[in-house]
């Protein structure tokens, strides 16, 4: 079934009705990963090409278990992070991170979705408040150096957002480990930020483990962008490198 | 099928019967979010408001594995932990835990659910009698500070039952972690206190693996608070934050 | 379908059946607890109460893979670990832990069950030779005291069967782990003893982790005199403690 | 559906179809085994007697995710790394790390199967370029000593290729981590490959707990020869040991 949304042609509301579908079916790769416990992470997508200009994206709604998400209860909201009132009688409340991605989409053009977990190991590097070096072949390749940390901030307003805007725009990682709280990735749509956010969580969890008993040695930068060149145009089919 | 009790409004049996297969469906809950080995964890639940005027709850029967659990095979007991004799045939011995979930639902009016894990990491922190330090925004989300540890007490009087009681009158924590034992969770029904538990353990993961490398700070109390507070009151659908 | 050995009463032969297909069963608990990888562990039961007067015992092949096991494809062997030539047609070689087996019926009457596996944990603490210290209650219910470390022994005699035999003599302890080796186990059935492999890597995974961090406090012996004597007589339905 | 090379005798189509069927399956064995996240891990297989004398192995599609794998799908290529036109409208990018694995067939002539992972255990002794040493019967029995480390090398060349084959030339090991990359394994056939693979990991993770608490003692050489020997020869069902 499409839900319909008021005032908007028919090609806007198949095209939100396809994110809709699209954002619920990748949260069932938080649990599947092991990235999420219970109710604790979330997906978005930014709607492409909206012929009616209007500028929105899909969150999962707030305290909802994963078996329960279908397209139906997934929740649109503007760049604004308001909800859209699409007329359905059991229309949810969004994600309590909601400004976060919201804050995310306005301020990166580029990003199309974005992710947000407490994946176990990721959150234990977050807690001390320190990056992963870039001392993997796969960290170069998918993160282009290592993953930075974002500041400590409190939900309620932007400064979660802005903490992760800040980060990474001065990076050319796709995960920032927000402090004391733990990672939020972005992609060129949500599939891709799901993949940065597996991504980062193995990463983490290696490092994580091949520090215990010895200091790895970070790869020289030169390497780190060879390694990121190749991978960013040449892996995967035809550039998709999700 | 629905078990009767004897002597019972209709209303009432529906009631327990009702209690009866979500306490079953939630032990679901313990394997699946890898809680329990083998028997080793129990989930119970106040039946709530029993026209008769009789205080009930229903708990996993000894030493039955997770999948052979169902409505019929739980057991119903009064807050002394005394069994009720429902006529079944092959009614069977409750939890060994039974007289600690009840001492727990004698002395906290407001606690509508238990559960008992020996989950791993929490564990580890019981062994070492040392509470979990609140580091993590979903610690103080969940459990509004630390989470403490109580007393090491032996099974078979009123000793565990009490510990937990007087360690969670003293704190906000849903969770307690007994000494040399394992964790305590409570909540406004079980579904609740099965997510505590769930949330014990993924903080008693990451905390652990945090500290590996140096010392996570502690949050502010104050933002603790305010974090309590919102998460309370602000997640979830209507207030609900299971 | 029922494999009958030559020349035995048909109660015997039923006997054996019903023993295969526990058996076979049973190694499915194996990889879902996530005690071994691969083909890497096995379980062997006693077949009880035969007619004839024989002493036979039922046991994985070698080298085949969980997901093949039928009732068919397990092997009977004689206590000195000679298979039994059961007329099939496709007979397989017993594991190459066989001998061990044996040896530990011959001179252990009480068990039923033997389990081998090379999981993790346990696995771990018998890398280092080192017992695991009784610092749980579920370590004191399950086990009555430390899991003791049996003798470095290579596979091809008697040693690993005696071995396991000399070291669990002296302790209340159902697991032993053998030096640079893994765990063994037993029970008074296969099922009992898979228990005990399921308990002894919880133990060492949990006692691992919470030494990390400082050493957790023994239990006092009389302190696990009481649990282990409670535990063994008063857990699960009418004294079943599998 | 059987994919037709062009121009092979239906025979040798047959073989190749095999091939692709039995690479297409193992690929499920890397998610099972946890030794990949993502699309991160690889088999191929040497394509066994070609009547055509042709040398051709088959391989992954790069960027796809195991899921999506299907016989149809799998790539076949030349020794020299070059993908087959096989006239198929969708066919695919072969793996990117296809070089590599092409180099271990041309100068490894016993190779029928290659496998590579970032398996997090293993990858963490690589990143620190640390043999995992052999202080465990069950690295004896499948490595034949320690696991050795391979050059730090990067991908676009036959770097990655030489590195393998140096190291394993010198080693029994079916195993090389290479250093701050992952491991390659070697085997008959990919099966043999996915083995060592699994196994790997399995030995990483263990030492990797077991030194936590203490230097875990060495097999003496003598010894793990005699080991090796036997489990090369004796394990399994008439001398298959995947």
Request: glycine share 8%; with cysteine; charged share 20%.
């Given at each position: 079934m499409t839900i319909?949304?008021a005032?908007?042609p028919?090609a806007?509301q198949?095209r939100i009705?396809?994110t809709?579908a699209s954002?619920?079916?990748?949260h069932?790769?938080l649990?599947r990963?092991?990235?999420v416990?219970?109710?604790?992470g979330?997906?978005?997508?930014?709607v492409?090409?909206?012929?009616?200009?209007?500028?929105l994206?899909?969150?999962?709604p707030?305290?909802?278990s994963?078996?329960e998400l279908?397209a139906?209860?997934?929740v649109?909201?503007?760049?604004?992070g308001?909800?859209?009132?699409d007329?359905t009688?059991d229309?949810?409340?969004?994600?309590s991170d909601?400004?976060?991605h919201?804050y995310?989409?306005?301020?990166?053009d580029?990003?199309g979705?974005v992710v947000?977990?407490h994946s176990?190991?990721a959150?234990?590097?977050?807690?001390?408040?320190?990056p992963i070096?870039?001392?993997l072949?796969m960290?170069a390749?998918e993160?282009?150096?290592?993953?930075?940390?974002g500041?400590f901030?409190?939900?309620?307003?932007d400064?979660?957002?802005q903490?992760i805007?800040?980060t990474?725009r001065?990076?050319?990682?796709?995960?920032v480990?927000?402090?004391?709280?733990?990672?939020?990735t972005?992609g060129a749509?949500?599939?891709a930020?799901?993949?940065?956010?597996?991504?980062?969580?193995e990463?983490?969890?290696?490092?994580h483990y091949?520090?215990a008993?010895?200091?790895?040695v970070?790869?020289?930068q030169?390497?780190i962008?060879?390694l990121y060149?190749?991978y960013?145009?040449?892996y995967?089919q035809k550039?998709?490198?999700a």
């Amino acid at each position: 079934m499409t839900i319909r949304l008021a005032g908007l042609p028919e090609a806007d509301q198949d095209r939100i009705g396809r994110t809709r579908a699209s954002v619920a079916a990748l949260h069932a790769e938080l649990p599947r990963n092991e990235l999420v416990v219970w109710t604790a992470g979330n997906v978005s997508e930014k709607v492409p090409e909206l012929t009616s200009g209007h500028q929105l994206f899909v969150i999962k709604p707030s305290g909802v278990s994963y078996d329960e998400l279908s397209a139906e209860n997934m929740v649109v909201c503007t760049l604004d992070g308001q909800k859209i009132d699409d007329g359905t009688a059991d229309s949810l409340t969004p994600s309590s991170d909601t400004a976060a991605h919201a804050y995310v989409y306005r301020h990166m053009d580029h990003v199309g979705g974005v992710v947000h977990t407490h994946s176990t190991f990721a959150t234990a590097w977050a807690a001390r408040a320190e990056p992963i070096p870039c001392v993997l072949t796969m960290m170069a390749d998918e993160f282009g150096g290592d993953v930075p940390v974002g500041p400590f901030a409190l939900i309620g307003d932007d400064s979660i957002g802005q903490g992760i805007v800040e980060t990474l725009r001065e990076s050319r990682s796709k995960a920032v480990l927000m402090e004391r709280h733990g990672p939020f990735t972005i992609g060129a749509d949500a599939k891709a930020a799901v993949k940065a956010a597996v991504m980062c969580e193995e990463v983490a969890r290696t490092v994580h483990y091949a520090r215990a008993y010895g200091d790895p040695v970070r790869i020289d930068q030169a390497q780190i962008d060879s390694l990121y060149a190749r991978y960013q145009n040449v892996y995967g089919q035809k550039g998709n490198t999700a």
